[in-house]
């Protein structure tokens, strides 16, 4: 039985790279304790930082995201190896059978000719009850809540992160915290040695380090 790749369709399986976000250090945070240490007026701006603000917000949602997502991953793990994923096998004419998972594979793989029609109405009547027993599993589970509550989480995190582009700041943890969502987030569905990423990820150790160098002259003025 062969299962062509381009007559497959996987709806069900999470794209998310969790480990590429979740393996970088909330930058904005060790800036934000470098520069403030110490620095009474520094540490009032860091408190009225609305970008700041935004970032602490944007990170307990994130985090939430990648929790439910795990949660998920692991449920659908096991659904899949329980009832393995809605589809159906189709012989085509020549005598090859075709393993589908959608209807708009089904379409590709038989068009809608007439000469067809039972073997169409099979492989959706096939497909219909694979589905619904996938839909009752999954219901039964708990994994179809736990990917509603994922994309619940998810679509939040994604509101906060464009909240971002409207919300100035007013400290340099302030802009490490928009680099380093931009960061976590992107490097969570692309390849993390790519452009933008090496280069952001730049801008964030130069961002520490003038921090750094900034609580050191601070201790020179106050001393």
């Not at 509101?159 to 380093?180: C, D, E, I, R, Y």
Request: hydrophobic content about 40%.
């Amino acid at each position: 039985m062969a299962d062509s790749d381009n007559t497959t369709t996987l709806p069900f399986v999470t794209r998310r790279q969790l480990l590429a976000g979740g393996m970088i250090t909330p930058t904005a945070l060790v800036l934000e304790k470098s520069t403030l240490t110490g620095n009474a007026t520094a540490t009032n701006m860091s408190l009225s930082d609305p970008a700041l603000a935004l970032w602490r917000e944007w990170q307990t949602a994130h985090d939430l995201t990648e929790q439910l997502c795990r949660k998920q991953q692991r449920l659908e793990t096991r659904l899949v190896e329980s009832v393995s994923f809605p589809r159906a096998t189709v012989r085509l004419p020549e005598g090859e059978d075709v393993t589908i998972h959608s209807i708009e594979a089904l379409n590709e793989v038989l068009g809608k000719g007439s000469d067809i029609a039972a073997l169409r109405q099979k492989a959706e009547s096939d497909l219909a009850a694979h589905q619904a027993g996938w839909d009752s599993a999954a219901e039964e589970s708990g994994y179809a809540a736990a990917l509603t509550a994922e994309r619940e989480a998810s679509d939040r995190a994604q509101g906060l992160l464009q909240a971002f582009s409207m919300t100035p700041a007013t400290t340099l943890a302030g802009v490490a915290a928009k680099l380093n969502a931009i960061l976590r987030e992107g490097e969570a569905w692309a390849e993390g040695s790519e452009f933008p990423w090496p280069q952001i990820r730049s801008a964030l150790s130069d961002l520490v380090g003038i921090g750094k160098l900034e609580k050191v002259l601070h201790g020179e003025r106050c001393s």
